[in-house]
């Protein structure tokens, strides 16, 4: 704020009038109206208000944004000389060794795009790529879902999961009656502003329970009980972030009734499935539950983190209607959201994809590939969780093991964080949240020093 | 938050479709089953009938991407090239919200001028974009962000999506005059009137080179009295970029109008894409800059920018952006795409001139100076819609029906047939 003031009270405005009449071959002076179409001749020549300085930049009022706070601590990790720093902030999934890892399957079809002549770069349709779309309904809702079967399903190809979350916000912001939307609390940081600048009013449900490191299922009942009718409600298909917390099938099911009897529209966000158990199917009931009872709901599917396609923006919104009617309408619409924003998604990743799910032994291999990435998740949280024990760590960790998928919620506070960073070099977001994908064998233990010893020393 | 979502959804003047009597009958009725069909997209439209028509004589002259000779599409050489370097050596870890560091480098200098001091002064806020959709897009949603007061002037005509794009940003407009149809080239005159008449500060969007849907573009003169005009009235210049280097063939050349504004001092908003220049349609990548008094200002608006697009899409893709730096940032590729990028404007203005010939030499009771005269991917012909149903109808010829051709769907090949139906359906006009 201070820098703003001061560039507006020092050489900016001045030089750039300066400039302006050196060009213009007049002698600056406040009362010159030679430069501007006036009628009366003495009169001062004004800035509109749109001009922050006469001939200075409209912005200057502009000030800088906070920093991400995820990305902030990966900042922080960058700058840490130590050699036993560990990063826990990153929400992509790392190696044994902490690198990134770009599937086989997937490498393989990157050769096989660039090798095939016939394969051009033209704009896709303003819906994406109609296999990537046919293939990704089949893969959450599987392949002998009625809805897709009957039709009632428009997919659309979306910049991964948030593109799929914005536009299946601003559709409903445009269509549906009802425009408030609730999350979880908590929830990804993001999610907030994705659905306030699609033109939702954004509510929250009681998700987590601190006390138990475990779902508040009561309180997520009443809260969602309380909706008005119509109201959007967002669900974490599974690995919920930054939790981990999922519900079990009985409460899902719970919550599938009061979400139907209550006459709400679910809005399911996918981004890890079958990186959450290792199994597609299995990661994907929650949302299957819902279609099988033939209503209706909304689903944003990513292959950020299930095909390690991070930076490829590769992902789907789904539309499960009544009819196949009903659908084709909504598709339509659904493009005038999309053609003012970026006219057609981005080519290369979904076109990976697609390759990958139409071919029976690559689709395998991914499946194989991705298990191996959730198993080693499983095995970290295992790990940590039996070095807490045998340091007699005081308190219950189980909650280690039972949450699921790339996050673990660890209760720790925000001294205990710090502590940690200070002390042990453990960089992690200050909620307490830890990306076991960026732990491995060699720094679980150095990791549960750094919790013991937060635990016993900062209350 | 919920004041704005209310502001933004008034502003865009959306009214709620009515709404169902059987709602909340539990899974009874869609809650979707009011909402009416959109209207099909003009253009895409075209090319849909085109692919449905079986005629072996039909030529497609609607769609706004490049064909070779044979009417082909192309992926460039050093496109391909690229490609084969970044696959299986690169991870696909996210971008920074900003995108590529790498390429918001290159395109700065290609647009800028590759030894300007304003990137040297790091006075440009510099995003990654999904092509020049997505800048326009993001310029729109910053302006109505932090300068709510405004609007933006767009000329008549322009590539329809303009306004979609302002509008879904809440940014009220206006237009200014630009194409004039008894010349079919520039009405400058009533271009400086309008400019001269805006209010003072008033934001404008200029079509850099080529413009789109006319070919018609202002020359260095008129250029320069723009500027000068702009500077009088400060006005905010916000450039839309999309064939840098596809017009004339020479990159350079074509920022022309861009670097007589820099010269001015003008702080110019600029929207690049990478669509046709290089090929890359599919893989939306282009870059928003804004041109700030100093760098200190330019880390604020580019740390803003960001804001607007972790909303939208959290972070750009990173394989189209990888294509580009390569290729900009290696001495030897860089010259293949200026050799490729040339090739490309020469086969285009070659057509234009054989489109042009063979209107002469059938007798054309009309002018035709205006294909050669106009410049890029299209030519804004003059035909009238019921003229161009004839083309199509009774030639199998499709284009969109404001005139507008596609020079780069002619070829050597029908260049010739191009020329006779649209003879036969104007001679008598």
Not at chain 1, 88 to 113: D, F, I, M, S
Not at chain 1, 287 to 311: H, P, W
Not at chain 2, 255 to 266: N, P, S, W
Request: glycine share 8%.
């Amino acid at each position: 704020m201070g820098d703003a003031n001061l560039r507006a009270e020092l050489g900016s405005p001045g030089r750039r009038l300066g400039t302006l009449a050196r060009h213009l071959g007049v002698d600056y002076s406040p009362a010159s109206s030679s430069l501007m179409a006036s009628h009366n001749a003495s009169e001062i020549v004004t800035p509109s208000p749109t001009a922050g300085s006469y001939g200075g930049s409209v912005f200057t009022n502009v000030v800088q944004a906070p920093e991400d706070p995820i990305l902030g601590v990966t900042v922080a990790y960058n700058k840490d000389p130590s050699p036993v720093k560990v990063n826990l902030g990153v929400g992509a999934y790392r190696t044994e060794e902490g690198k990134p890892l770009v599937l086989n399957v997937v490498r393989r079809a990157e050769q096989l795009l660039v090798n095939d002549p016939s394969h051009v770069k033209e704009y896709l349709p303003i819906t994406g790529l109609a296999d990537f779309n046919k293939l990704s309904a089949k893969l959450i809702f599987g392949a002998d879902s009625p809805a897709i079967q009957e039709n009632r399903v428009t997919t659309v190809q979306c910049l991964s999961g948030t593109g799929s979350l914005r536009v299946g916000g601003e559709f409903l912001a445009r269509h549906h009656h009802e425009h408030t939307i609730y999350i979880p609390q908590p929830t990804w940081g993001n999610h907030p502003k994705v659905f306030t600048l699609a033109g939702l009013s954004v509510k929250t449900y009681h998700y987590y329970d601190p006390t138990t490191r475990g779902l508040n299922f009561k309180s997520l009942l009443e809260d969602l009980s309380k909706a008005p009718r119509g109201a959007i409600v967002l669900l974490h298909a599974c690995a919920h972030n930054p939790t981990g917390v999922d519900p079990t099938l009985d409460q899902w099911e719970q919550i599938r009734l009061l979400i139907r009897s209550k006459g709400l529209l679910p809005f399911f966000d996918s981004a890890y499935q079958g990186f959450a158990s290792g199994n597609l199917e299995a990661d994907a009931q929650s949302i299957r539950m819902f279609v099988a009872d033939g209503g209706e709901c909304l689903t944003a599917q990513s292959y950020a983190k299930n095909m390690g396609l991070y930076g490829e923006r590769v992902g789907a919104l789904s539309i499960v209607c009544k009819s196949a009617d009903v659908a084709v309408r909504v598709e339509s619409q659904l493009k005038l959201v999309i053609r003012p924003m970026y006219s057609n998604p981005p080519i290369h990743g979904a076109s990976i994809v697609a390759t990958i799910l139409k071919d029976r032994e690559m689709y395998h291999e991914w499946t194989v590939e991705l298990k191996a990435m959730a198993d080693r998740i499983i095995r970290m949280r295992q790990q940590l969780f039996d070095a807490l024990r045998t340091r007699g760590t005081p308190g219950d960790w189980s909650h280690i093991i039972k949450q699921i998928g790339m996050f673990t919620f660890t209760g720790l506070n925000r001294e205990q964080v710090t502590f940690m960073t200070k002390e042990y070099h453990i960089y992690m977001t200050s909620d307490g949240r830890i990306s076991m994908a960026g732990l491995s064998s060699k720094t679980v233990p150095h990791l549960a020093d750094a919790i013991h010893a937060a635990v016993t020393r900062i209350k | 938050m919920a004041a704005i979502s209310r502001e933004i959804l008034k502003r865009r003047g959306i009214h709620r479709s009515p709404v169902m009597a059987t709602i909340g009958t539990r899974s009874m009725a869609s809650w979707f089953g009011h909402v009416e069909p959109a209207a099909k997209d003009p253009i895409l439209g075209v090319t849909e009938a085109f692919l449905a028509d079986p005629s072996p004589d039909k030529v497609n002259v609607g769609v706004g991407a490049y064909r070779d000779d044979n009417g082909k599409p192309v992926v460039l050489e050093c496109v391909r090239e690229a490609e084969r370097r970044i696959a299986g050596n690169l991870n696909m870890e996210y971008l920074p919200m900003g995108g590529s560091i790498k390429m918001i480098e290159e395109s700065l200098k290609l647009a800028y001028g590759e030894d300007s001091e304003l990137i040297k002064e790091k006075r440009i806020a510099a995003v990654q974009a999904l092509s020049g959709t997505g800048a326009c897009r993001l310029f729109a949603d910053f302006q109505k962000r932090f300068l709510p007061d405004t609007q933006i002037y767009i000329p008549i005509p322009t590539w329809a999506n303009h306004h979609n794009i302002w509008r879904d940003a809440c940014v009220p407009q206006r237009t200014f005059r630009y194409y004039h149809p008894e010349t079919r080239g520039l009405d400058f005159a009533s271009m400086m009137d309008d400019i001269k008449n805006a209010p003072n500060g008033s934001f404008f969007l200029l079509h850099a080179c080529a413009h789109n849907p006319t070919g018609v573009d202002p020359s260095e003169e008129q250029w320069r009295e723009i500027s000068y005009q702009f500077k009088v009235k400060n006005h905010f210049p916000f450039f839309d970029m999309a064939y840098q280097g596809f017009a004339s063939g020479d990159p350079n050349r074509d920022a022309k109008a861009i670097r007589i504004f820099l010269e001015d001092g003008h702080l110019i908003g600029c929207a690049q894409s990478y669509a046709k220049n290089m090929g890359l349609y599919g893989q939306r990548v282009g870059c928003l800059s804004i041109l700030c008094d100093d760098e200190l200002q330019a880390v604020a608006v580019k740390s803003q920018l960001q804001q607007l697009a972790r909303p939208m899409y959290s972070n750009p893709p990173v394989h189209g952006a990888l294509v580009v730096s390569i290729i900009l940032g290696d001495p030897e590729l860089k010259s293949l795409w200026l050799k490729e990028v040339k090739g490309m404007a020469d086969r285009i203005i070659g057509m234009r001139k054989a489109l042009r010939e063979n209107l002469e030499k059938l007798g054309s009771p009309l002018s035709w100076e205006h294909i050669t005269n106009q410049i890029g991917m299209f030519c804004y012909s003059g035909m009238t819609p019921e003229q161009v149903d004839r083309l199509t109808d009774e030639f199998h010829i499709y284009m969109t029906r404001n005139g507008r051709i596609s020079m780069a769907g002619v070829t050597t090949g029908n260049a010739g047939y191009l020329a006779n139906a649209i003879h036969e359906v104007t001679k008598s006009s």
